[in-house]
């Protein structure tokens, strides 16, 4: 493992008390943020059906495209537990997050997990999760623009 000097990070100043605010979790928060996001993705959905044929739906499916990029987030969060305050709720959302990514979410959430406990590693195990390592690999970086050349890398999309 990597000698990683902890000192050398950005660390923020911030109250400890306030830093302690931040951190509630509260189910309303975790309403607002879907509520935004799902009202977001259909106005923006909406208008690029609407304007569909004419040159204003590349800007509507520009921004759809970008509003839909965001549910990543809404994955990452409710696969910690940490966007609502309640169980049900995060689980509820991590469904949706995880197919609306593509993901399945049981092999994804212990992928996940396993992401977290070797975050420090590059190279053994694993970790499906970091595309690119450093010191980068430049040929297989762009080869990830041309399409099917995942099937030279096959061991890197299968996780057994």
């Known amino acids: 493992m990597e000698n990683i000097d902890l000192e050398r990070w950005y660390r923020p100043k911030i109250d400890k008390t306030e830093f302690r605010k931040l951190c509630e979790k509260s189910d309303w928060q975790g309403f607002k943020h879907m509520i935004i996001f799902f009202l977001s993705l259909l106005i923006s959905g909406y208008l690029a059906f609407v304007t569909w044929g004419s040159w204003w739906c590349i800007l509507f499916f520009i921004i759809y495209g970008n509003i839909y990029c ?29 197919y609306m990514n593509n993901f399945e979410p049981v092999r994804w959430r212990w992928s996940h997990f396993k992401h977290h406990t070797f975050t420090a590693f590059t190279k053994d195990p694993f970790d499906f999760e970091i595309a690119i390592t450093k010191p980068t690999d430049v040929i297989y970086f762009f080869s990830l623009f041309i399409p099917f050349t995942n099937i030279f890398y096959l061991h890197k999309s299968l996780q057994f």
């Open 70 to 98: 965001a549910v990543d987030a809404i994955w990452h969060e409710t696969g910690h537990k940490t966007a609502f305050k309640s169980k049900f709720w995060n689980e509820f959302f991590y469904q949706i997050a995880s």
